[in-house]
C-alpha cells in the first residue's frame, strides 16, 4: 500500500532535533520499544528536513508534485479511498468513569483500551520510520499555549503539521527541561489503515490520545480535533478557560473602530468562508481579518473573553472554494499547499467541483481513477481539502500572533437549517445565549463518515468535539458567564434557510458581512431589533441590504418565526436534553420552559 511506505535514513545534519526533556525521551524510548520501528527521525521543523521529506515523499508516491507554474510548490496526496473523513462511531473518550465522558461520547475502559491499542500497536512501525514532531498551539508567548508530540508513521502528518502547528525547535525550547511540565503525548499509527482497526482514543486525565488505522485529517492530525478540542476542552474547564470549534474575525469600520467575533458552526458549514469574508462593493472601507479558521482558545482578562487561535494554518474544505465565493482561500491555496483528494488534471494543475472555470475534458479523479466532464461521479472528494500556512492568508489580522488573545465582542452559533431558524437573532443574555448554543442543530455533511443531510442536535458544535460530560460543559459556559463583567453579546445565524423550491434565501458568501453588520451594531448599543420569544430579531430596515438583489418577500421569509415549525422545535429541543439523562443544569431547563411560554397563546 502507498502509504505503508519504508523507512527513510536522513543525511546527517536532519532528524536528529533529539530533546533534551527526560519525560518526553523515556515516553518515545516506551512508544519505540513497542512499534520497534527501523529508526526514529527527531524533527526539527527547518526548511531543510521539510525539502528533505517533500523529496521522499515523491519518491514514495505519499505525494504527487503539481505544476510549479500552477500551484507553486503544492502537493497533491490521496488518501485510501475507505479513508476520508472523522469517524465518530470510532472515536472514543476513555475517562476512568463513564459519567466522565457523558451521554455524547462514546466510552471506553482506560485500561482495556491501553491493552486494546498496545496490542493492535506492537511491531506496527517494523522497517518503517518513527517520526517524532514537537509542536506548540497557539503564539508560543501565550499563556494558553500548549505544547504537543506526535508520534507517527506517517510523512503526510509531519508535512501538514508543519503546516498546521508551530512545529520543532520552538517547542522543545518552550517545553524546557522540567520533568513535570504540562505537554500531550499522541502516538499515530496507520497500522493497515483498515476500517476495522481504525480507533481515535483519548484519556484526557493522562493528556493522552492514541489514534490508529487511519491516514486522514482529523484522524491523525493530532494537534487539531484531538488536542485542541477534545482534551482541550477537558483542561479548559479544570483550568476555567474555553476551548471551541470557533473561527475568530476581526471586523473594522471605515472610522477605524474594531472589533473581534468568534463563531460556532459545526463542521463544513461555513467558518472558514465567514473568516475570510470580503465585504460587498456598498460597505466600503469595512475590512475583514482572519484570526482563525476553525478553533478559538479563550480566557477572562479584565471581565472580557480573549481569543487565541492555536493553529498555525487552515485545513479547509475544497469543494465550492472559487473566486466567487471565496477569493482570500483562493490566494492562500495558490501556492505552498498540500490537496488532500481533489483530482489532479493532465497539466498537472488540481480541479475540484466549485471552482472558477470550466471543468477540464480529462484528469485524474479523487480515486486515482480516470475521469473525464461527462462523468457522473464526482472528480474531488465532497470531504477534500486544503492545507495551507494561515501566512499565505492576504487578510491574516495583525493581532494573529498576540499571546493575550483578541478581544471577543460577539459569539455566533448557527449551522445549516433549511427551515425554522432565522438569519440571524440575539439572545437576551449570556444564559440564554448558553441556550441557544446548548440547543444548536445541523444537517450533517461530508466532513464525518456516515449519512448527509440529517438535522442533528450539535452543541456549541461541540458534539464531536467535548471530550468530556456534556452537561459539566454546559455548566462550564454558565460559571465563565458569571465571571465575566463585560461578556461578549451571543447571536444565532443561519446563512442554509431554504424556500418552499428548495433554494438557498439568503446569498450567504460576502453578503454575510450585511448580517455582521447588524451584529456589530448591537454590540455598540445601535442597532435596532424586535422583542420575540427566541431572541432579538432585526427587522428588514435593521438590516443593510441596500445594492443587494434579493426580493422583499426572501428577506420576510428569512426573518419569519413560524409558530408550527417553533413548536416542533421546542420539542426537539426537550427531547435532546431528557435523551442526555439529566445532566441539563437548571438554568438550561428554566431557559427553555421560558422559550415554551412565548409561544403559548
Ligand atoms: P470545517 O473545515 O469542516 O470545519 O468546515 P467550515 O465550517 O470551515 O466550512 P467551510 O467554510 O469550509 O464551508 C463548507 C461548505 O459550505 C462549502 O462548500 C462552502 O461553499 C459552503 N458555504 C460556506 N459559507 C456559505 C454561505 O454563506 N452560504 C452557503 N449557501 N454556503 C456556504
Ligand atoms: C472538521 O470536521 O470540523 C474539520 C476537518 O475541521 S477535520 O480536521 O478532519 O476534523
Ligand atoms: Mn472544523
Not at 502516538?187 to 476500517?195: C, E, M, T
Not at 476581526?250 to 468562508?273: D, I, L, W
Not at 477540464?360 to 475521469?371: E, V
Request: charged letters at 20%.
Amino acid at each position: 500500500m502507498k502509504n505503508l511506505a519504508p523507512a527513510i535514513f536522513p543525511p546527517k545534519g536532519i532528524g536528529d532535533a533529539k530533546p533534551s526533556n527526560k519525560a518526553v525521551l523515556d515516553w518515545v524510548h516506551e512508544i519505540a520499544t513497542l512499534t520497534q520501528p527501523e529508526n526514529i527521525f527527531w524533527c526539527d521543523g527547518s526548511e531543510r528536513e521539510n525539502e528533505f521529506l517533500i523529496g521522499e515523499s515523491l519518491k514514495q508516491n505519499v505525494l504527487i508534485e503539481l505544476n510549479e507554474k500552477k500551484v507553486p510548490h503544492s502537493y497533491l496526496h490521496r488518501s485510501s479511498p475507505n479513508d476520508v473523513a472523522r469517524v465518530e462511531q470510532f472515536t472514543f473518550v476513555c475517562t476512568p468513569t463513564k459519567e466522565e465522558a457523558g451521554p455524547t461520547n462514546n466510552w471506553a475502559d482506560p485500561s482495556e483500551t491501553y491493552t486494546k491499542l498496545r496490542g493492535l500497536l506492537e511491531g506496527a512501525m517494523r522497517g518503517r520510520t518513527m517520526f517524532v514532531i514537537p509542536y506548540i498551539m497557539g503564539p508560543a508567548d501565550s499563556p494558553l499555549a500548549k505544547i504537543g508530540f506526535e508520534i507517527t508513521d506517517s510523512k503526510y502528518v509531519v508535512l501538514s503539521l508543519r503546516i498546521m502547528t508551530r512545529m520543532g525547535e520552538i517547542a522543545l525550547k518552550r517545553l524546557g527541561n522540567d520533568p513535570n511540565a504540562e505537554w500531550n503525548r499522541g502516538v499515530h499509527s496507520l497500522l493497515d489503515v483498515s476500517p476495522e482497526r481504525r480507533f481515535i482514543c483519548h484519556f484526557p486525565q493522562d493528556n493522552t490520545i492514541i489514534s490508529v488505522g487511519s491516514g486522514y485529517g482529523g484522524n491523525v492530525l493530532l494537534s487539531k480535533k484531538c488536542l485542541a478540542l477534545r482534551i482541550g476542552s477537558y483542561l479548559a474547564r479544570k483550568q476555567n478557560w474555553m476551548a471551541e470549534h470557533t473561527l475568530i474575525l476581526g471586523v473594522e469600520s471605515p472610522e477605524g473602530r474594531k472589533h473581534y467575533v468568534a463563531a460556532a458552526f459545526p463542521s463544513a458549514c461555513g467558518k472558514t468562508n465567514f473568516a475570510m469574508l470580503i465585504p460587498p462593493a456598498h460597505f466600503k472601507g469595512w475590512k475583514v481579518t482572519t484570526v482563525g479558521d476553525d478553533i478559538g482558545w479563550m480566557r477572562i482578562r479584565d471581565g472580557r473573553l480573549y481569543a487565541v487561535n492555536p493553529e498555525n494554518g487552515y485545513f479547509g474544505v475544497v469543494p465550492g472554494t472559487s473566486n466567487k465565493s471565496n477569493p482570500n482561500a483562493m490566494r492562500s491555496i495558490a501556492h505552498d499547499t498540500i490537496y488532500t483528494n481533489v483530482a489532479f488534471t493532465d497539466d498537472g494543475d488540481v480541479w475540484w467541483e466549485g471552482k472558477d472555470g470550466k471543468p477540464p475534458a480529462h484528469a485524474i479523479d479523487w480515486r486515482g481513477n480516470d475521469w473525464t466532464s461527462q462523468s457522473s461521479e464526482k472528480a474531488a472528494h465532497p470531504n477534500s481539502r486544503f492545507t495551507t500556512p494561515m501566512r499565505n492568508n492576504p487578510a491574516l489580522d495583525p493581532g494573529v500572533e498576540k499571546g493575550e488573545g483578541v478581544p471577543i465582542s460577539a459569539i455566533i452559533f448557527g449551522g445549516r437549517r433549511s427551515d425554522t431558524v432565522p438569519l440571524v437573532y440575539q439572545a437576551f443574555d449570556w444564559n440564554h445565549g448558553v441556550y441557544l448554543g446548548a440547543t444548536m442543530a445541523s444537517e450533517t455533511t461530508a466532513a464525518a463518515t456516515g449519512a448527509v443531510g440529517r438535522v442533528r442536535r450539535d452543541p456549541m458544535a461541540m458534539l464531536p468535539f467535548c471530550g468530556y460530560n456534556i452537561g459539566d460543559y454546559f455548566q462550564h459556559w454558565l460559571d465563565i458567564g458569571s465571571q465575566l463583567t463585560n461578556p461578549p453579546l451571543i447571536f444565532n445565524v443561519n446563512w442554509f434557510r431554504k424556500s418552499a423550491d428548495g433554494k438557498f434565501l439568503w446569498p450567504g458568501f460576502g453578503e454575510n458581512m450585511r448580517v455582521l453588520k447588524w451584529i456589530i451594531d448591537r454590540c455598540e448599543g445601535s442597532g435596532g431589533g424586535l422583542k420575540s420569544p427566541v431572541g432579538w430579531l432585526p427587522s428588514p430596515h435593521d438590516l443593510d441590504l441596500a445594492e443587494l438583489d434579493i426580493n422583499h418577500n426572501a428577506v420576510d421569509e428569512l426573518l419569519c418565526l413560524d409558530h408550527e415549525e417553533w413548536k416542533k422545535e421546542i420539542a426537539a429541543h426537550k427531547e435532546f436534553f431528557d435523551s442526555l439523562g439529566g445532566v441539563v443544569p437548571e438554568a438550561l431547563q428554566k431557559q427553555r420552559e421560558q422559550l415554551a411560554a412565548g409561544f403559548e397563546p
